[in-house]
Structure formats: C-alpha cells, structure tokens
C-alpha cells in the first residue's frame, strides 16, 4: 500500500536514500546524491526539507519530490518514481500535494526547469496544469577553429574598448548596484541568490572605466579544461567587444570549454552568443503555474519566443 509525507529537516538522510533509488537509476553517471551533497543545494538553491516529499510502497521509498523556495515562488528541482513503479500515478499525486500546500502558505508562483528530453516529465506538468513560460538554452564554447575565430574576429585591447580588465567579485557588483532588482531574468541555479550564495566558489573578470564597471564575466571552474560561466552582462552596445575581450582573457588561463547553462531568453540575446561563438547544446523548458486557494491553478498564456529538472514520472 502507497503513503505519501512532507519531510523535516532531520529527513535529510531519507531523502537522500529516494534519490539514490529513485532519481539515480535514470542518470547512473551524475553519481549518488551525498549529505554533504544534499545540504549544499540547500545553501546554494533553498532547497526546504517542509517542500519535499517522498512516497512509499511500505516502508520502502518509490518516489521522490525535491522543492526549492523563495519569496519569489517554489521551484520543483527533482521529481523521479521509482522505474518499478511508473505509471501509477505517484507523480501526479507529489506534484498535486505539493500545489495544494503551496496554495495555503504560499508562495503562490511555482515553476521546473524539465530537460526537453525527458518527455514524461513534461507531460506531466503539462497535464497538471503548467503553463510553458520559456525556453532555457545550454550554450557550450569549445575553442576548436570555429571558436577561436568567434573570439578574435573584430577583437580588441582593453584600451581600444576604453577600459581596463580587472578582477571582480560578487560583492562589487553587489556594492555597484550591478545585482538584485537590477539583474536580468535569469533559471535558479544562477539567479542572485545562488550567486551570493555560492560566492567564495565564483571568481569573475570586468572591464572598468574610471567611473563604472562596463562588463563582466562570472565563472566556476569545473576541473582543468572546463569552466562554467555564470554570469556575462554588457553595459555598453560595443558589439559585444568588451565580452569577446573578457572571454579571451578567460580563455587565456588555459581553459578548453566554456560552458553557459540554461540561459533565459530575456538574459541575453542568441544573437550576441553566437556573435561570441557559443552553441545551442540542449533546451529545457520552463514551466510555470500561480495556485489560486484550495490547489486550483491560474496560468498566463505562453509567452515563449520561438532546465535540476524532473526525471521521468
């Protein structure tokens, strides 16, 4: 027989044991979920122990909910059922009670990020009443030929561009004004309050006049040839020059890729990172629901021009 309950915060040791039955036999590659592992997604996304669930076939769990929250909405990051145990309506029934409460303590805004490529997790907030909001577009630079190209093709000195390129970090842009309301639309895991939070770990380059910071790029380095680019703003209409600047200087130091995860069409347009040599490498969709009382659901019409996600219901 099926139970369902909401978790505290001493369940962190019974979530991490659903994700690892339930989320890893999808993703064997992305490693098992840790504590340690667990707790840091609770510093860097608000992940809350009250907005995860899990299911059980007895004392055996078979499904797994996984909610962040912040004043501004809840977001679903991790929804799986147990291969074993798919189709019998398990994550309908998390991802329904999880809407009911929020309907009560709000916030009222909730939304996922799903990788296009997991269809039935799609469908399954499509079925519940999710609205698609937005494409989020993974965009790799790999300095083959064509990268390179990209990069030196009208590139300039950072006296040509009418700077100088120093380093930065998330505190100057905080006491710049360059964060909070500010900041451009942006998925979860990149959003301010991940940055600040993870602020020790996120190095940065900008290119600074006397008076401003003009442009910068944020970054995390994922081992030697990787590095995740977090953040890249221009404030000048300069044809994207002061980032072609930055990003060689990045490059400079010995990375091989750069990687640029789910980027919000409102963060900065595919024009300019193609102009800078990025490529399209995956999509995830962005849905979104507003709970009304009682668990209904209020959506605005889709406003896509044209994801850690949700594994397979």
Not at 79 to 93: E, K, L, M, N, S
Not at 98 to 116: D, H, Q, Y
Not at 180 to 185: F, L, S
Request: proline share 6%; aromatic share 8%; with cysteine.
């Amino acid at each position: 027989m099926s139970s369902y309950r909401f978790c505290r915060t001493d369940d962190i040791g019974l979530l991490v044991d659903a994700l690892n039955r339930c989320w890893l036999p999808y993703f064997p590659d992305q490693g098992a979920m840790t504590p340690a592992a667990f707790k840091r997604s609770i510093r860097d996304l608000q992940v809350w122990c009250s907005s995860c669930m899990v299911a059980f076939s007895g004392s055996d769990p078979i499904g797994v909910l996984i909610g962040a929250k912040r004043p501004s909405g809840t977001l679903v990051h991790t929804i799986a059922v147990h291969p074993d145990h798919r189709r019998q309506g398990h994550g309908r029934h998390l991802l329904a009670s999880l809407g009911s409460k929020l309907a009560i303590l709000g916030p009222p805004r909730i939304v996922a990020e799903v990788p296009e490529t997991l269809a039935p997790a799609c469908e399954l907030f499509r079925a519940g009443g999710y609205v698609q909001e937005a494409l989020l577009t993974d965009y790799v630079l790999p300095f083959d030929s064509r990268g390179f190209a990209a990069l030196a093709q009208g590139g300039q000195t950072s006296q040509d561009v009418g700077g100088f390129v120093i380093p930065v970090t998330i505190d100057d842009l905080a006491a710049n004004g360059l964060l909070g309301e500010a900041h451009p639309q942006v998925c979860w895991t990149r959003s301010v309050e991940t940055l600040t939070a993870r602020k020790d770990e996120i190095a940065g380059l900008a290119i600074a006049s006397d008076e401003r910071i003009e442009a910068y790029v944020l970054y995390a380095t994922r081992g030697m040839e990787e590095t995740e680019i977090v953040s890249l703003r221009s404030f000048i209409d300069d044809g994207g020059a002061r980032l072609k600047q930055l990003l060689s200087q990045l490059r400079a130091r010995g990375t091989k890729t750069f990687g640029f995860p789910k980027v919000h069409p409102a963060e900065i347009a595919k024009e300019r990172l193609e102009t800078l040599g990025f490529r399209p490498a995956g999509v995830h969709r962005l849905y979104a629901a507003t709970l009304r009382p009682f668990g209904k659901l209020s959506v605005a019409p889709s406003n896509v021009e044209g994801r850690q996600g949700s594994a397979s219901p």
